[in-house]
C-alpha cells in the first residue's frame, strides 16, 4: 500500500525526530476550545498539512484519550463526602457541562475533521486499540479502490486521570500528545507499508526509537514511518500494541 | 415481533424517570468476580458468550464498544484519586486494550482485533470492518460484537443535559414517528455475531452490501442536505430492488425522523417510498447507543427468515411531516429477499448495511 504523504504535529517531538522536516512542534493546536478537544484539535493541525488537492477521502481515525473532562463532573459533587453519586445527584447533575458528552466521546475526532474539512466520504473510527494501524490495512487498502485513504491517529493524554492511567501502565513521565496523517493513494511515492508475509524480529517504537521516559500513546505506528522515512530506511519492521498480539507491519522504501 | 415495550419506570436516584433496561441475567466471568468492571464491557461479555461458535477457526474480533469513561464506577474512583497513577490499577477494564483483551480472552478470539466507536453507529460501522476483513482475506471468520451502557444515573444525565432525552414519565415515551414524540428513551443492551467466509450448514443470513458516509454538519443534529446520507445508503442498496422493509434509525427525537422520512422518499422516489414499510425497533428497545445498530441487524436477519416484520409501537398520532407506513403497533408479513438497516449516528456517522435472506447473486 502505497504512502503519498506523512506528517505529525506533537507538544512533544521525540530526539529520534527532531530533524525530521514532517515532524512539527505544537504546544497548543489551534482550534483547541471549549468545544473541541484537544485531541481533535492536533488531528485537525496534522490533517491540514496534508495536501489533497481537493479530493476528498476515506477517513480512518485511531483515536486514543480525546483529553479529559472529569473537571466537569466536578461541579455535581457532594461537597461534604466527595461523592458524585450522593444523594440528590438527580439535581446537582443539572451543573454538568452539556458538551460533556461531545468532548468525551471519541468519534468526535472523526467528526471534527468531517466537519472543519467538509468530508462526507466513508469514516472508520477506532479507538482505544494500540495495534489498530495493523489491523485496519486491509480496510485502509478496501477502500483504496475508490479514493485516497487519509489515517489520522491522534491522543492527547497530558491531563490528570488520563496522564495518571499512562503513567500506570507506562511507569513513563513524559506523554507525548499530538497527531499523525498518513496518507494513502495507489501511486504514493514515499514508501510502501503492508503485513509482513511471515513472522520475524520487529523494532518496537515505544522501546527501541525513543527516549526511555517518552511514551507517545497510539501514535507509535505513525512516528515509525516517520523515523523510518527520516533516516530513509530501505526496509523496517515494526511491532504495535501489547505482548503477545505481536502486531506487526513493514515498511519499505521501494 | 409482539410488539412489547422494553421500557420501564426506573427505580434509581435517576434524573429521568423511564429507560428500557435490559432484563436478561448478566455472568460476571469467575475470574473477574473482585475487580470493578464497567456493565459496558460485561453486556459485551454477555453477547460473546451466548454465541454458538465453532471450536477451530482463528477468529477475528471487532467490537463496536465507546469508551467507558463515564461508567458511574470509574468515575467515582478517578475523581477521588485523579493525581494517583498507583491508584488506577483498580479500573483498569475500563480503558484501552484491557477491554479488548478481555473479551478476546472470552470468546476465544485469537487473530486481529479492533474496537470500533462512531457514536450510535459503532455496531453496523464495526460490521463493515469486519466484512472488509473477509473481502480482503484478512480473516475467515470474524466475531463482531456491539455493547453499550448508559441506563445509569450519570449517563441519562448526560444526556438529559443535551436534550436529547425525552423527559416524560410515560412509559409509551419511546414513539419514533409519532406527532407527539419529545427525544429518544435511553436503552442498553449488546448483541454478538459471527461472519464467515466459510460453507456453513446453517447460515442465518447474508451482509449483501453496506455504505458509509459523514455528515460534515454538527455533531448533534441532522444535516438538511441528506446527499451523505442518501450515499451510504445507495452504496449499500446496489442495484436490489427486492426491499422487504427498512430498520429505521427512529430514534424518536423531532429532528430524525422527519430527516429520515425525507431519505427514504428522496432514496426511493415518492412513489416507492409509501410501499416500503419502515420498522423502528427503538418503539420498544429504546435506543441502546452503540449498540442499536448491530441490535436491530441481528433482529432483521431473524425478520427476513420469519418474513415477518416487527412493528413501531406507541404510533398512535400521524405526523404529518412522517407519513411513510411505520409498521405502526402490530407485526405484519412483508415479501422480499433484502432489508435495509440503517443508523445516523452523533457526529455524523451514517452507516447503511443490506442484509439479505439469501446468498446475493
Not at chain 1, 466537519?115 to 485502509?140: E, M, Q, R, T, Y
Request: overall charge negative; proline content about 5%; aromatic content about 6%.
Amino acid at each position: 500500500m502505497r504512502l503519498a504523504a506523512a506528517t505529525a504535529v506533537l507538544n512533544d517531538v521525540p530526539a529520534a525526530l527532531r530533524e525530521n522536516p514532517e515532524v512539527h512542534s505544537i504546544e497548543r493546536p489551534a482550534t483547541f476550545s471549549q468545544t473541541v478537544s484537544e485531541a481533535a484539535a492536533f488531528a485537525i493541525e496534522a490533517a491540514q498539512l496534508v495536501d489533497l488537492d481537493g479530493r476528498e477521502p476515506a477517513l480512518f481515525c485511531i483515536t486514543g484519550t480525546v483529553g479529559s473532562s472529569l473537571h466537569f463532573f466536578d461541579k455535581a459533587r457532594e461537597p461534604s463526602s466527595g461523592r458524585l453519586l450522593a444523594p440528590g445527584f438527580a439535581r446537582r447533575s443539572r451543573r454538568v457541562h452539556p458538551f460533556t458528552v461531545l468532548l468525551a466521546l471519541q468519534n468526535q475526532v472523526a467528526a471534527e475533521l468531517s466537519l472543519h474539512f467538509d468530508w462526507k466520504g466513508p469514516c472508520s473510527s477506532s479507538i482505544d486499540s494500540a495495534a489498530a494501524f495493523v489491523d485496519l490495512l486491509p480496510n485502509i487498502e478496501s477502500s483504496l479502490e475508490q479514493r485516497p485513504a487519509l489515517v489520522v491517529m491522534s491522543s492527547a493524554a497530558g491531563r490528570s486521570e488520563d496522564r495518571s492511567w499512562v503513567v500506570y501502565q507506562s511507569q513513563r513521565q513524559r506523554i507525548v500528545s499530538g497527531a499523525v496523517a498518513l496518507l494513502f493513494e495507489p501511486n504514493g511515492r514515499l514508501g510502501d507499508v503492508r503485513h509482513p508475509t511471515a513472522p520475524g524480529s520487529a523494532l518496537r517504537p515505544d522501546q527501541d526509537l525513543f527516549e526511555d521516559d517518552l511514551v507517545a500513546p497510539q501514535l507509535e505506528a505513525g512516528l515509525a514511518i516517520l523515523w523510518s522515512m527520516g533516516r530513509g530506511l530501505e526496509r523496517a519492521r515494526f511491532e504495535i500494541g501489547p505482548a503477545p498480539r505481536h502486531a506487526q507491519f513493514e515498511w519499505s522504501r521501494e | 415481533m409482539q410488539g412489547r415495550s422494553a421500557v420501564v419506570r426506573l427505580s434509581l436516584d435517576a434524573p429521568i424517570a423511564v429507560g428500557a433496561p435490559l432484563t436478561t441475567e448478566i455472568r460476571v466471568p469467575e475470574q473477574l468476580s473482585d475487580v470493578a468492571l464497567p456493565r459496558g464491557l460485561l453486556l459485551a461479555l454477555e453477547a460473546g458468550r451466548r454465541l454458538d461458535l465453532d471450536d477451530g477457526p482463528v477468529y477475528g474480533l471487532v467490537v463496536g464498544l465507546s469508551n467507558l469513561r463515564a461508567d458511574p464506577t470509574y468515575l467515582e474512583h478517578v475523581l477521588a484519586h485523579r493525581d494517583e497513577p498507583d491508584a488506577m490499577g483498580a479500573v483498569e477494564y475500563f480503558r484501552d486494550d484491557r477491554v479488548l483483551d478481555l473479551v478476546a480472552s472470552q470468546v476465544g478470539a485469537s487473530g486481529p482485533r479492533i474496537r470500533i466507536d462512531s457514536a450510535c453507529a459503532s455496531g453496523s460501522d464495526a460490521l463493515i470492518v469486519a466484512c472488509q476483513w473477509i473481502e480482503q482475506g484478512y480473516c475467515e471468520d470474524v466475531v463482531v460484537i456491539a455493547a453499550a451502557s448508559m441506563l445509569d444515573p450519570v449517563g441519562l444525565a448526560l444526556f438529559r443535559n443535551i436534550q436529547a432525552l425525552n423527559e416524560e414519565d410515560d412509559l409509551g415515551a419511546s414513539r419514533p414517528f409519532d406527532r407527539r414524540r419529545r427525544g429518544f428513551v435511553m436503552g442498553e443492551g449488546a448483541a454478538g455475531l459471527w461472519l464467515s467466509a466459510r460453507q456453513h450448514e446453517t447460515v442465518r443470513g447474508w451482509v449483501c452490501g453496506y455504505g458509509q458516509s459523514m455528515n460534515a454538519f454538527k455533531l448533534t443534529d441532522m444535516p438538511s442536505d441528506l446527499g451523505a446520507m442518501e450515499n451510504a445508503c445507495r452504496s449499500a442498496l446496489g442495484e436490489v430492488e427486492d426491499l422487504a422493509f427498512i430498520s429505521a434509525h427512529g430514534t424518536s427525537t423531532l429532528t430524525n425522523d422527519v430527516t429520515e422520512t425525507r431519505l427514504y422518499k428522496s432514496l426511493l422516489g415518492k412513489e416507492r417510498a409509501y410501499e416500503v414499510p419502515v420498522s423502528a425497533l427503538k418503539s420498544m428497545s429504546g435506543h441502546c447507543l452503540g449498540a442499536s445498530s448491530l441490535i436491530e441487524i441481528v433482529v432483521s436477519l431473524e425478520a427476513l427468515h420469519a418474513g415477518r416484520v416487527s412493528p413501531t409501537i406507541n404510533l398512535l398520532e400521524p405526523d404529518s411531516e412522517c407519513d411513510l407506513d411505520y409498521v405502526a403497533n402490530q407485526a405484519r408479513s412483508v415479501r422480499g429477499n433484502f432489508a435495509l438497516s440503517n443508523a445516523f449516528a452523533f457526529g455524523g456517522h451514517n452507516s447503511s448495511i443490506l442484509l439479505g435472506r439469501e446468498a446475493p447473486g
